[in-house]
């Protein structure tokens, strides 16, 4: 055995005496590393399990709480996507095929603007609205009524009364124009040259007073 840091060991020859406290001096001083070793090692793992005990635990970190809108009436983008209405639905397949159907159909077309009317001859500006047209067709007069928009209406008086001056005779020449023509006409002949200052005078059914008069400078060649 090992007291003091001698070995005793009773035994009869000194060699064998020598060789057991060898031994015994190597086991004894393993056996105490070892104990020292486990000895540390509980300590150790003594102090990991206080420190875990005594430490607070790690508060988890909070989630942010979501933003309240600044609109407190309008829709969530979770309302909206609630809302949306699902592809297969026939509702919003019909439309889609209307849609496309829009963008395929081709723009419509633009309808022609109608050239202005042209009144033939001489245009006179009525007093009451709308339009006459003068000119000699076959030699005689010819009168035309117009609407505002310029298209050929029937006469609305029973008769109209012209004369112009001419250079083969001291007096002016003078003329009835009846219905006729799609107008107004006579029978009498007009002579050229077709240059002259015509005075015309419309009638009312029954009435001997002109109801619209008007003065021209005649041209046609």
Request: net charge positive; charged share 25%.
């Amino acid at each position: 055995m090992i007291q003091g840091g001698r070995c005793k060991v009773r035994v009869k020859t000194t060699a064998f005496r020598d060789a057991a406290c060898e031994w015994v001096s190597g086991d004894y001083i393993g056996n105490m590393k070892f104990r020292v070793l486990i000895a540390g090692m509980s300590l150790l793992a003594s102090a990991v399990a206080f420190a875990e005990m005594a430490a607070p635990p790690v508060p988890k970190p909070r989630e942010p709480a979501p933003a309240a809108p600044s609109n407190p009436g309008a829709p969530t983008d979770t309302d909206v996507t609630k809302a949306a209405p699902k592809s297969d639905d026939p509702a919003t397949k019909k439309d889609a095929a209307k849609t496309t159907a829009a963008k395929k159909a081709p723009p419509p077309a633009k309808k022609k603007e109608e050239p202005p009317a042209v009144i033939p001859g001489i245009t006179i500006t009525r007093d009451k609205g709308g339009f006459l047209g003068l000119q000699v067709v076959n030699n005689n007069f010819l009168l035309s009524f117009y609407d505002a928009k310029k298209k050929k209406i029937p006469p609305d008086v029973a008769r109209a009364a012209l004369r112009w001056p001419v250079k083969y005779q001291p007096g002016p020449e003078r003329t009835v124009l009846n219905p006729g023509g799609g107008g107004l006409t006579s029978a009498k002949s007009v002579k050229p040259p077709l240059t002259f200052k015509v005075f015309i005078s419309l009638f009312a059914e029954g009435s001997e007073e002109a109801v619209e008069n008007y003065t021209l400078d005649y041209r046609q060649e």
